[in-house]
């Protein structure tokens, strides 16, 4: 059986641990959880020699000792592994009980030297993880390999609720732990990658997020009522390729630093913050992978009950309030009237411009009022609100590419559910939605062009210090699916040549749709 070995830094020390492929990968966690000596509910990070976060799993490629890995408990009790209590307690009594009976017998009775011996067996035990895992802490010795483990019976397939609550215990057990402040700073940036967070992790972070713009004291939430909140946010996505909770993770995270880098705190007030961050949470809540154009064509019950009028998003502002409208779940509930007014407005504005079918307009009217803007003017704030929630909706590409590609991906597999059911019901299919039709560069490149660049320029002229995190990367992005998208014409031009007689059309097919079509979040 093929074999790799990663070498790893942990606490000051040079690591190694070997495992080939019919490993799973909670046996590779185990035994980086042992390495570390941390807990079952500690997140562990491993991260590359550049400083990226790698997938702790068996695909975890080999390295050399001189290219080690960096292994981190990125979220801890700061409570360190040590001998239970009871055991310190025991021995100290068994050798005050040797003492006395040496100063009375003068020697150490038979009885009294089995139990010390018991005990040190004892603790010899507790220096495996063998013995520890079924105390729940955890301790290793720094040679221990992974191929030593036989992998363990796969476990029967959980439900979809079971996966739910599941969760819900992680994260309930996770909540306590203390996040490195290198996390907390990397999660302020526009290159966190998501990917290598779980969900009971990306809910520890999204605590993280309202615990460090204060909103917990400022508004009297309650931690337990925020943890209720955010599961049911959880709860409440589905399990679609693009329109997932890993989706509004992103988009919150974003959102969040957004935030931080325009020193947005102190420009305006913190209940329009909340409103900004509880709004990217909320802002897909229960999308069900097919878009407005979608709904209205198919006549769905959405778009029945909104008359056609961004069914989507106007379903993602009900499911939230009905969220919130659950005592345990209502983290606005010790706000007055006219604060729970205020968010509520705001939030219903911030998730409808979300619909792409309003992008221009929207647009248009950030740039009207660009020249004159000020932030103490209340409809210029509700327009950036706006505009803040937008780019951070559509910001994959923004990010390094290792993180954005993958986003790519999810959203054609949707785009082609979409049109495949469209092709099967007889309604109209969007050219950039065909599998048949667009290719993964193309449906890039005029996006990009026509609805990011001008976006993001708007935003960069308000704020200049985000050219270098979100323009100019979306720049870069354009350049890399351009260049793709060249090759591949010259590819099927080549093979259009080479064919005799010719006649084939080949390429892709025609300009895209209108923009406002091209991208439904």
Same mark, same amino acid.
């Given at each position: ?17 070997? @495992?080939? #492929? ?15 000596? *941390?807990?079952? !509910? ?18 975890? $490629?080999?390295?050399?000792? %001189? ?30 009980? $040797? ?67 599941? +969760? ?9 732990? !203390? ?22 992790? &990306? ?8 615990? %460090? ?17 955010? @599961? $049911?946010?959880?709860? !409440? ?49 229960? !999308? ?9 064509? *198919?006549?769905?019950?959405? #778009? ?14 009900? +499911? ?26 705001? &939030? ?17 009217? =950030? ?14 704030? $509700? ?19 290792? +993180? ?10 949707? =785009? ?16 950039? &939605?065909?599998?048949?039709? +667009? ?7 005029? @996006?990009?062009? @026509?609805?990011?660049?001008?976006? =993001? ?19 870069? *992005? ?44």
């Amino acid at each position: 059986m093929t074999t790799r070995i990663v070498h790893f830094m942990v606490n000051g020390m040079l690591e190694q641990a070997e @495992f080939g #492929a019919d490993c799973s990968a909670a046996d590779v966690k185990d035994v980086f959880r042992a390495a570390a000596e *941390a807990g079952p !509910h500690h997140i562990l990070k491993m991260y590359s020699m550049n400083g990226s976060v790698l997938n702790i799993s068996p695909r975890l $490629e080999a390295n050399s000792r %001189d290219s080690y890995y960096r292994l981190e408990v990125v979220g801890s009790d700061l409570k360190s592994v040590g001998m239970p209590n009871e055991l310190d307690t025991m021995e100290h009594r068994l050798n005050h009980l $040797e003492s006395k009976v040496m100063e009375d017998v003068g020697k150490t009775p038979d009885v009294v030297c089995e139990l010390k011996s018991q005990v040190e067996s004892f603790k010899r035990k507790l220096e495996s993880v063998k013995h520890l895992s079924w105390m729940g802490l955890f301790k290793e010795d720094s040679d221990h390999q992974l191929s030593n483990l036989s992998p363990k019976p796969k476990s029967s397939q959980l439900s979809a609720q079971e996966q739910r609550q599941q +969760v819900r215990r992680k994260f309930l057990n996770m909540s306590s732990l !203390h996040v490195t402040e290198e996390v907390r700073e990397h999660l302020k940036t526009p290159i966190f990658d998501n990917w290598q967070w779980e969900e009971a992790e &990306m809910l520890v972070l999204l605590q993280v997020m309202f615990i %460090d713009l204060d909103f917990l004291m400022a508004f009297h939430i309650q931690l337990d009522v925020l943890q209720n909140f955010l @599961f $049911e946010v959880y709860r !409440h996505y589905n399990n679609i390729p693009f329109h997932n909770f890993r989706h509004c993770f992103c988009v919150t995270q974003m959102l969040y630093g957004l935030i931080w880098l325009t020193d947005l705190r102190s420009k305006i007030s913190r209940i329009d913050l909340l409103i900004m961050l509880t709004s990217a949470l909320c802002h897909d809540l229960d !999308h069900p992978g097919y878009n407005n154009v979608y709904q209205i064509n *198919a006549q769905t019950d959405l #778009a029945l009950r909104y008359n056609d009028i961004s069914p989507l998003e106007n379903h993602h502002c009900a +499911v939230a309030f009905g969220i919130m409208s659950k005592p345990e779940c209502n983290i606005l509930k010790n706000l007055s009237s006219d604060q729970y007014k205020h968010i509520r407005g705001g &939030m219903i504005r911030c998730i409808l411009a979300t619909d792409m079918a309003r992008h221009n307009d929207i647009l248009n009217k =950030f740039r009207s009022i660009q020249p004159v803007f000020s932030f103490t003017n209340k409809e210029h704030k $509700e327009v950036l609100m706006n505009i803040m929630v937008k780019v951070s909706d559509i910001s994959n590409e923004a990010r390094p590419m290792a +993180v954005a590609e993958p986003w790519l991906d999810c959203l054609l597999q949707e =785009f082609f559910n979409q049109s495949d059911t469209e092709k099967l019901k007889g309604l109209p299919v969007a050219p950039f &939605m065909d599998r048949d039709k +667009v290719s993964r560069p193309s449906s890039q490149t005029s @996006f990009i062009r @026509f609805v990011l660049l001008p976006l =993001f320029t708007e935003l960069t002229k308000l704020f200049p210090c985000l050219e270098k995190h979100i323009l100019e990367p979306v720049r870069r *992005a354009l350049e890399y699916y351009s260049d793709l998208e060249r090759a591949s014409k010259q590819e099927q031009e080549g093979r259009r040549r080479s064919t005799a007689g010719g006649g084939g059309e080949g390429g892709i097919g025609g300009a895209q749709q209108e923009v406002e079509e091209e991208k439904e979040v």
